[in-house]
């Protein structure tokens, strides 16, 4: 008779799997809970004692890693001398493998757990068993996902057996599946023993879903996900429209970032190929969409819109004048969701706004290597400034400069916004020369520069910036200082009467 070893915390289609089994003629092992559950269900199972003839021990700590298991698991067929040391000491082989392992990801998610419980959530014998059957995969199904059990269930009535095909595969998948497993436990433990940087670098990301493509139709792509529920579209619930692409979450997740920065004021972001088109704020998320949609009217067609307060019906009707890919908002009211699914096409994503971002890393791929960073969440204040010039900015141009400054971290460098009234009038992003990125944001504005303020990612290595700045009429202009050449800005500053001041930190976004 074959024997089946079946030890799961997921208990999902366990019962009818193990029916199934038994059914073709296995004879079932299993462990603790597991056990009950089958039993309770009216099946025939073999403790796992009877296997090692010795007890669990520890409660329950060692129960598995016996050489009655692992030898059952680890033998090879068809070598004649495993199977006579086997015959020898009387181990019985396993036939197949069912086994997945203790929730340590859902634990360390649970609120106020404590240190010791996710530590007993730390399974040792279910990977080891995993491990042991999938190396002699060419022998032996092994199963880690509720999933494949039909799979594997209408090959054994069909053939017999499994084809090495299907149990190769099986293996792979236990494979990533304790490699997640041990980088969630190296996460928890390198975290807790505060390495931010440490010698190698293990991290896991469950997939969301399979995209259409990715930047452009003829690249494949996926979307994966992190362990831990941050401020993220991979957390995000989608209410209506077409499934999300790979532009769309490029777009979604730039936009997002933006809102982080406008915590305790009602932000409206529109946002078209990672950069902003439109921020604005208000005293309702109304009147700051209507300034970021002012900001560039023509840009936001086809682009992304993040809010960070909820959408009712007076904002649904704006939003559905125009052609959008997605809003992403912490809620819709009934009634806006009413008027806003009327468009077929439209993405709606729910994301709660208070989730934390502080603690994540960024993560950018090179050719064969990764590039780690802290996210850049750090703050300015007004404290924070340093004015360099003979003028102070009036205490409305402070509150539109540091709005400006909030802004342009989170455009592509080199980048000038132009803001004025809490809302951009011109951004210029991306661009070689910093003297280009502020002739494209001054063009933007138009008319509207005359009496706006001036933002800028990194310094101004020659005066050429800030001139362009006095011909259209900016009255105050923030920037990092730290230039050789920072006192020929600040001369022409002072020659015309404009206010600047140095923040001495710097936004560089590639």
Not at 106 to 135: C, F, W, Y
Request: charged share 25%; aromatic share 6%.
């Amino acid at each position: 008779m074959k024997r089946a070893l079946v030890s799961v915390s997921n208990k999902t289609g366990l019962v009818d799997f193990v029916k199934g089994l038994i059914d073709e003629g296995y004879e079932i092992i299993s462990t603790g809970g597991t056990k009950k559950a089958l039993e309770d269900a009216g099946l025939s199972v073999i403790g796992i004692s009877e296997i090692t003839n010795f007890p669990e021990i520890m409660d329950g700590r060692v129960k598995t890693l016996h050489p009655n298991v692992h030898g059952a698991l680890l033998c090879v067929r068809d070598n004649p001398d495993h199977v006579a040391q086997v015959e020898e000491l009387g181990i019985d082989m396993i036939d197949l493998v069912c086994v997945n392992l203790y929730p340590f990801k859902e634990t360390v998610q649970k609120e106020g757990v404590s240190h010791e419980e996710i530590i007993e959530n730390i399974d040792i014998g279910g990977p080891s068993m995993l491990r042991s059957a999938s190396k002699n995969y060419k022998f032996i199904p092994v199963l880690c996902d509720p999933a494949d059990y039909d799979l594997v269930l209408n090959e054994i009535k069909e053939l017999g057996g499994t084809t090495l095909e299907t149990r190769e595969k099986l293996a792979a998948k236990v494979f990533r599946h304790t490699a997640r497993y041990d980088a969630m436990i190296a996460d928890y433990l390198t975290k807790k023993t505060d390495e931010q940087f440490p010698e190698s670098l293990t991290i896991t990301f469950d997939k969301v879903q399979d995209l259409r493509y990715g930047e452009n139709p003829h690249q494949k792509a996926a979307f994966y996900k992190g362990m831990r529920p941050l401020y993220s579209l991979a957390n995000a619930k989608q209410l209506h429209g077409k499934e999300l692409s790979y532009n769309n979450i490029q777009d979604g997740n730039a936009a997002i970032e933006i809102l982080k920065d406008f915590e305790g004021q009602f932000a409206a972001v529109g946002l078209k190929h990672m950069n902003p088109c439109g921020v604005g704020i208000g005293a309702s998320i109304n009147e700051a969409w209507d300034k970021a949609y002012e900001a560039d009217p023509v840009s936001i067609f086809g682009g992304i819109v993040a809010l960070n307060a909820p959408v009712d019906v007076e904002l649904a009707e704006k939003l559905s004048k125009i052609f959008l890919e997605i809003v992403i908002a912490p809620k819709f009211d009934e009634d806006a969701l009413e008027i806003l699914t009327r468009k077929k096409n439209i993405r709606l994503m729910e994301l709660d706004t208070t989730l934390n971002t502080n603690t994540a890393l960024k993560y950018t791929n090179v050719n064969d290597g990764l590039l780690v960073q802290e996210m850049d969440t750090h703050h300015v204040s007004e404290d924070d400034l340093r004015c360099v010039t003979n003028r102070k900015p009036t205490d409305e141009e402070m509150k539109q400069l540091l709005f400006g400054w909030n802004v342009v971290k989170h455009v592509k460098s080199n980048a000038i916004v132009l803001v004025k009234d809490n809302m951009t009038i011109g951004v210029g992003a991306g661009q070689m020369n910093r003297v280009g990125a502020a002739k494209i944001a001054i063009e933007q504005a138009g008319e509207k520069a005359q009496g706006s303020v001036m933002a800028s990612d990194a310094f101004f290595p020659m005066p050429d910036t800030v001139q362009e700045a006095i011909k259209a009429g900016v009255t105050a202009i923030i920037q990092p200082g730290g230039s050789i050449k920072d006192q020929l800005s600040i001369d022409e500053c002072n020659e015309h009467g404009i206010a600047m001041v140095f923040t001495g930190v710097r936004h560089f976004k590639h």
